[in-house]
T-cell receptor, first 113, second 114 residues
Framework: DTGVSQDPRHKITKRGQNVTFRCDPISEHNRLYWYRQTLGQGPEFLTYFQNEAQLEKSRLLSDRFSAERPKGSFSTLEIQRTEQGDSAMYLC???????????FGAGTRLSVL | DAKTTQPPSMDCAEGRAANLPCNHSTISGNEYVYWYRQIHSQGPQYIIHGLKNNETNEMASLIITEDRKSSTLILPHATLRDTAVYYCIVRVTLSAQGAQKLVFGQGTRLTINP
């Protein structure tokens, strides 16, 4: 499968714990996006990487959230001191250098108890 | 700050054409219209996009009005597997490097009935 891969697919954690999600974009896609989707709503933009540089962050991305893409390939999204309001689907998308279509992974569903 | 308006839900009989409308009256001259769909528990899937001409691919057709204030996505022969939430999106440019964030609304929940 050469699509966008996200791991894990599901994560259940207790309030206050830290969690980390991974996204592997389509090979050679230099642009990578993170979105968050809560129940019944459309996805909301969180942050954008071009290669290893994080070029844009939404105000939705509080100080407890951090994203990295150290070598310009895979990316991680970490949430520290999780809260119940962080429960959502976290989606990753990638697009090629010359293209504009974003290809999404299946997402990581986070449940904070 | 979604720039599009869609009906919350629609039904269509299997085998018939599904026509999904979208209003984007504030669209700018250089903004594209994108359509994505999301099947339950999956990530959004790209369907089609257009600027001002009608477009067709293996999945669907996109009809954009001459004033570009609205569009219609057409699934010519709907199947049960087309049941999904369909999002009409106007692309938002983020930076000089050409990055875009997609601003999703709540979409249209399309149900294909046997």
């Amino acid at each position: 499968d050469t699509g966008v891969s996200q791991d894990p697919r599901h994560k259940i954690t207790k309030r206050g714990q830290n969690v980390t999600f991974r996204c592997d974009p389509i090979s050679e896609h230099n642009r990578l996006y993170w979105y968050r989707q809560t129940l019944g709503q459309g996805p909301e933009f969180l942050t954008y990487f071009q290669n290893e540089a994080q070029l844009e962050k939404s105000r939705l991305l509080s100080d407890r959230f951090s994203a990295e893409r150290p070598k310009g390939s895979f990316s991680t999204l970490e949430i520290q001191r999780t809260e119940q309001g962080d429960s959502a689907m976290y989606l990753c998308a990638s697009s090629p250098r010359q293209g504009h279509i974003q290809y999404f992974g299946a997402g990581t569903r986070l449940s904070v108890l | 700050d979604a720039k599009t308006t869609q009906p919350p839900s629609m039904d269509c009989a299997e085998g018939r054409a599904a026509n999904l409308p979208c209003n984007h009256s504030t669209i700018s001259g250089n903004e594209y219209v994108y359509w994505y769909r999301q099947i339950h528990s999956q990530g959004p899937q790209y369907i089609i996009h257009g600027l001002k001409n009608n477009e067709t691919n293996e999945m669907a057709s996109l009809i954009i009005t001459e004033d570009r204030k609205s569009s219609t996505l057409i699934l010519p022969h709907a199947t049960l597997r087309d049941t999904a939430v369909y999002y009409c999106i106007v692309r938002v440019t983020l930076s000089a490097q050409g990055a875009q964030k997609l601003v999703f609304g709540q979409g249209t929940r399309l149900t294909i009935n046997p």
